[in-house]
């Protein structure tokens, strides 16, 4: 018979590869972008020199930008490069450096490491079976991390909702400000006014496609519709009142009921926030709310 601490060992070693799968993918995706922006820099370079060579202004404007790039892409290759060869004891003067799996091993072995941890954790699940009693306490403890998870998807909707809306404010008004200008020629005004209204729109395209702020208002809602129903387990008030200390098992069984309805309430509202706008049904729009 499989014991639980055994699963619960692998389980938190599962988790931990999933947390250094996420993290070298972001890495090699940030290296990739990198570099290619480092490397379309300079033929873009050349070539805005050569087409706005007499156009004084506009050529200084795009070198600007262009250079800028450039040492930006070149300086986020050279410290990822740093930091991987400094993490795997490149720069080490003896061998009692040690070097982080997710430095030591490449990403196409941690997947295949992680997906080899999940079928034999799903195997040893399948084999164990721990009394009611510790299933419910332990889906009691993960709701923790249900909440932490629904908490931090939250923040992430929120923040890239204020950023587009900000772009979208800032973009509209400078795209209004530089267009009453008038320029008779082809300058650095209608360069900006065109890049602007490209950036206005990409953003309100993006904010009126994600939801971003509808899906971070539900995730928050549910979030601490969760955390009140464990505090008021924990603290025995509310509707767990009327169980005694005797009586946990079947306040845990309510606990998980509740929580259970209210998870799927939340996948239901992302469904519907996925579907198109032409099939959805109608939901109930987040308030009108000055939180940032």
Known sequence: ???????????????????????????AHLFRVSLSVALASIPALIAWNSAFADIRSVLMAGRGVLVTTLVVGILSVIAISFDHLLNVGFFASDDSHTVPDRYAYSL??????????????????????????????????????VIARYMGESRHYRR?????QSLIMVGSTAVTTVAALSPEDWSWQKLTVVGLGFCVTLASAFTGYYNYRERGYFLRQTADSIEEELNALMLGIGEYRQFSE???????????????????????????????????????????????
């Open 1 to 27: 018979m499989v014991l639980v601490p055994e699963i619960d060992g692998l389980r938190v070693t599962v988790q931990e590869l999933e947390r250094d799968v996420a993290w070298k993918r972001k890495r």
């Open 108 to 145: 196409a072995w941690m997947r295949d490491r992680l997906a080899s941890k999940r079928e034999e954790l799903r195997r040893k699940s399948a084999g164990a079976h721990p009394p009611l009693t510790e299933r419910r306490r332990m889906y009691r403890e993960d709701t923790v991390e």
């Open 160 to 164: 890239v909702h204020n950023g587009l």
């Open 246 to 292: 005797a009586q946990e098992d079947e306040a845990l069984a309510k606990f998980i009921e509740r929580v259970e309805a209210l998870r799927s309430e939340q996948r239901r509202r992302e469904q519907q926030l996925d579907q198109p706008a032409d099939q959805a049904a109608p939901a109930a729009p987040p308030p009108a709310s000055t939180q940032g």
